[in-house]
């Protein structure tokens, strides 16, 4: 029996989540790591605890499975954005790693912007110049720790994203490699040519030299014995960042097929195909995926505010006991009765970008019950969604195929019922709990020839909770109009 072990290296904790070769979840260990904050606006994250983490829960998810006769490989997703930076020959990282949340590089990305390179950066690597992507992290590093730019300048640093840092940890030094997904989340890597770029690197003052090798995601990247865990060396294949593991893991393999997480906010991805096109204001683009000889592109988008709005209206406003009762609730009127509920709790994003809005309900009346309340939060969710799914396709001139969704609200049927019909398009609700492991695992497989192709591993899907549209379209359009004309007054009084 193949076992693949998928290392899902995330934000707040490191996760071995093993699998069969059926692409089914035997088992999982979760281990959680330490955040720093040295000061307001920075996160700082071990990274030598986590990768002492990465190899407890392999150990750990390997005990756990008693069938004899079987072989292991690793694949890896990570937390894309996190930087570090490390002495290739001590093997220690010269300080912490820059998390993607920190906010230190902002007067490097300012200077940037203010210097007039925003469109040169969106041109070449599909991104905002902003402290959230790891280049700014490493040039604050190279710039503020004791040493580092004179080690750099000797050739005896090199830099990563966290996969990067893991696999040449496993490897004990033998491989500096990274994925397309990963390279395209630092500010440094050109989507087109899917190299770094000399001339961003020079932005930067990061030497070309620190720079992992860029690889597709369905690339074998090295062999470990995981610190003595197996006693032959096992394969490291199929690497790529938690967002494009998500997209992967829920197959969107074609465009016009995208992933909505629906959390405390959502974010939203869709393959828009074969050619990186410009993103809409705000938005970005990035290598979704690479895999048989092919590179997917992909639009990104994130909504601060949906199943946070639910917690809200039961946390603070008392309004509903727990958010496992606002469905029957909504249900308990006919329609929204003209209210709407603006979710702008921390300004409005994509596709308005008015960081000053406020919050509001509108159109309340003496008949508005708490029902109609209810509705119009669930509503909001599946307004901003269509937002900014009809920006991404309306930009990459493709139509929404279908929209494979994910995470806590998913269970909300009205909700769900309510998106399918403001997008016109099927809603596909997965059962997959670990997508971003999974993407991982599918690369794996291509990697090793396990399938031949994404076709075949598209059979292996065995979620098909389908919600087709059902509405009017005259309907449809008075409802988002509706919308529309609250998200003007929102706008109109901020």
């Known amino acids: 029996?193949?076992?693949?072990?998928?290392?899902?290296?995330?934000?707040?904790?490191?996760?071995?989540?093993?699998?069969?070769?059926?692409?089914?979840?035997?088992?999982?260990?979760?281990?959680?790591?330490?955040?720093?904050?040295?000061?307001?606006?920075?996160?700082?994250?071990?990274?030598?605890?986590?990768?002492?983490?990465?190899?407890?829960?392999?150990?750990?998810?390997?005990?756990?499975?008693?069938?004899?006769?079987?072989?292991?490989?690793?694949?890896?997703?990570?937390?894309?954005?996190?930087?570090?930076?490390?002495n290739k020959f001590t093997g220690k990282p010269v300080y912490h790693a820059i998390v993607w949340q920190c906010q230190r590089g902002a007067a490097i990305c300012n200077r940037l912007k203010e210097e007039g390179y925003t469109p040169l950066f969106q041109e070449k690597t599909g991104l905002l110049i902003d402290p959230y992507f790891a280049a700014s992290?490493?040039?604050?590093?190279?710039?503020?720790?004791?040493?580092?730019?004179?080690?750099?300048?000797?050739?005896?640093?090199?830099?990563?994203?966290?996969d990067?840092?893991?696999?040449?940890?496993?490897?004990?030094?033998?491989?500096?490699?990274?994925?397309?997904?990963?390279?395209?989340?630092?500010?440094?890597?050109?989507?087109?040519?899917?190299?770094?770029?000399?001339?961003?690197?020079?932005?930067?003052?990061?030497?070309?030299n620190m720079m992992a090798r860029p690889l597709p995601c369905d690339a074998v990247y090295g062999e470990t014995t995981v610190e003595g865990i197996f006693e032959s060396p096992v394969t490291i294949a199929g690497v790529l960042g938690d967002s494009h593991g998500a997209l992967t893991g829920q197959m969107c393999f074609e465009s016009g097929m995208g992933k909505a997480t629906y959390g405390t906010g959502s974010s939203v991805m869709v393959n828009i195909g074969e050619t990186a096109v410009k993103a809409p204001e705000g938005l970005v683009t990035s290598v979704g995926?690479?895999?048989?000889?092919?590179?997917?592109y992909a639009f990104e988008g994130n909504i601060h505010c949906t199943g946070a709005t639910i917690k809200w209206m039961t946390d603070k406003l008392k309004l509903i006991e727990s958010p496992a009762v606002i469905e029957q609730i909504a249900l308990s009127v006919p329609d929204n009765g003209g209210v709407y509920l603006v979710p702008a709790f921390a300004g409005l994003g994509a596709p308005w970008w008015n960081p000053q809005a406020k919050a509001m309900i509108c159109g309340?009346?003496?008949?508005?019950?708490?029902?109609?309340?209810?509705?119009?939060?669930?509503?909001?969710?599946?307004?901003?969604?269509?937002?900014?799914?009809?920006?991404?396709?309306?930009?990459?001139?493709?139509?929404?195929?279908?929209?494979r969704v994910d995470g806590g609200p998913t269970r909300n049927n009205y909700l769900m019922q309510f998106q399918a019909d403001m997008l016109n398009a099927c809603i596909n609700r997965s059962d997959i709990e670990e997508a971003s492991a999974m993407g991982a695992v599918i690369m794996n497989g291509l990697a090793r020839k396990i399938w031949k192709d994404m076709d075949e591993v598209a059979k292996l899907r065995t979620s098909d909770n389908r919600i087709m549209p059902g509405m009017a379209p005259a309907d449809r359009e008075k409802l988002y109009a509706g919308w529309m004309d609250a998200i003007r007054t929102v706008n109109k009084n901020n």
């Open 137 to 162: 992290g490493a040039r604050w590093i190279l710039d503020n720790v004791e040493g580092a730019r004179e080690s750099v300048e000797k050739g005896e640093l090199l830099m990563g994203t966290i």
């Open 164 to 208: 990067s840092w893991l696999i040449w940890k496993l490897t004990e030094g033998k491989v500096h490699a990274t994925d397309y997904t990963n390279a395209s989340r630092t500010l440094l890597f050109n989507i087109h040519t899917l190299d770094w770029d000399d001339e961003l690197l020079e932005l930067f003052t990061i030497p070309r």
């Open 1 to 86: 029996m193949n076992y693949i072990i998928s290392v899902d290296q995330s934000t707040s904790a490191t996760k071995a989540v093993l699998f069969n070769e059926h692409c089914q979840l035997v088992n999982r260990v979760n281990l959680a790591h330490k955040q720093y904050y040295p000061q307001p606006g920075w996160v700082e994250h071990d990274a030598e605890e986590i990768y002492q983490n990465t190899v407890d829960v392999i150990r750990k998810v390997v005990e756990l499975n008693k069938n004899e006769n079987v072989s292991y490989s690793l694949a890896i997703t990570n937390q894309r954005e996190t930087v570090v930076v490390w």
């Open 364 to 403: 309340m009346t003496l008949a508005t019950e708490t029902g109609h309340v209810c509705r119009a939060a669930l509503e909001a969710i599946a307004y901003q969604v269509k937002d900014l799914i009809d920006l991404m396709t309306g930009q990459a001139n493709i139509v929404l195929k279908e929209l």
């Open 289 to 296: 995926f690479a895999a048989g000889s092919k590179v997917f």
